[in-house]
């Protein structure tokens, strides 16, 4: 069983940065399409990034787009999310995700899609 721990959550400024990262264990890290997905207090888990199928290419949210940055070290079976120019809209708790590859077609940022979730990592921005 694949198991997803977020780390680099914190409290940063307005126009701060942070890099989140996810470790993942138990799988073949390679195989799995990884994602980010947030939820602020009263509001729905919402798509923020994702690798696209199993390869390369990426697909973000419209509010984060050209501020945060998805990235992956294979040899760390590890995801990062690089968040730049951080709003106070971006408080939330960031969860990362993973879908096996091979199980059919499937929606990047559809929660429902994703086989695997981490517990969270809270982001505060302050103002």
């Known amino acids: 069983q694949v198991q997803l721990e977020e780390s680099g959550g914190g409290l940063v400024q307005v126009g701060g940065s942070l890099r989140l990262s996810c470790a993942a264990s138990g799988g073949t890290f390679s195989t799995i399409i990884m994602g980010w997905f947030r939820q602020a207090p009263g509001k729905e888990r919402e798509f923020v990034a994702s690798?696209?199928?199993?390869?390369?290419?990426?697909v973000y949210a419209d509010s984060v787009k050209g501020r945060f940055t998805i990235s992956r070290d294979n040899a760390k079976s590890t995801v990062y999310l690089q968040m730049n120019s951080l709003k106070p809209d971006d408080t939330a708790v960031y969860y990362c995700a993973g879908r096996r590859s091979g199980s059919g077609s499937y929606s990047p940022l559809a929660t429902d899609d994703y086989h695997y979730w981490g517990q969270g990592t809270q982001v505060t921005v302050s103002s």
């Open positions: 690798f696209i199928w199993s390869g390369d290419n990426t």
